[in-house]
Nanobody
Framework: VQLQASGGGLVQAGGSLRLSCVRSGRFASVHAWGWYRQAPGEQRELVGSITGIITNYTDSVKGQFTISRDSFKNTLYLQMRRLKPEDTAVYYC?????????WGQGTLVTVSS
């Protein structure tokens, strides 16, 4: 399984971005699929995840970010709205497939004030 993230970039505060994570490879089962982020000098943190039809978000992004997926396109999305400078980070997608955790490469999101 490989995960390919894209969609990062530079955006002004208050703007929006949508990240995509395309999954390739074969697997029998998926437990969870989600997004993490790592700000400069900080530890990587979970942004949110989707398991089945249930989504979970860290408190700081509730109501601001939305995770969705397109099973036909094998793609996970992270819609980010009302972005703030503190959302600046490298965003990673991650998933647990057949009991193993996979990570995609990060995509940088920079929010200017």
């Amino acid at each position: 399984v490989q995960l390919q993230a894209s969609g990062g970039g530079l955006v002004q505060a208050g703007g929006s971005l949508r990240l995509s994570c395309v999954r390739s490879g074969r697997f029998a089962s998926v437990h969870a699929w989600g997004w993490y982020r790592q700000a400069p000098g900080e530890q990587r943190e979970l942004v949110g995840s989707i398991t089945g039809i249930i989504t979970n978000y860290t408190d700081s992004v509730k109501g601001q970010f939305t995770i969705s997926r397109d099973s036909f396109k094998n793609t996970l999305y992270l819609q980010m709205r009302r972005l703030k400078p503190e959302d600046t980070a490298v965003y990673y997608c991650s998933g647990t497939f057949d009991g193993r955790v996979y990570w995609g490469q990060g995509t940088l999101v920079t929010v200017s004030s």
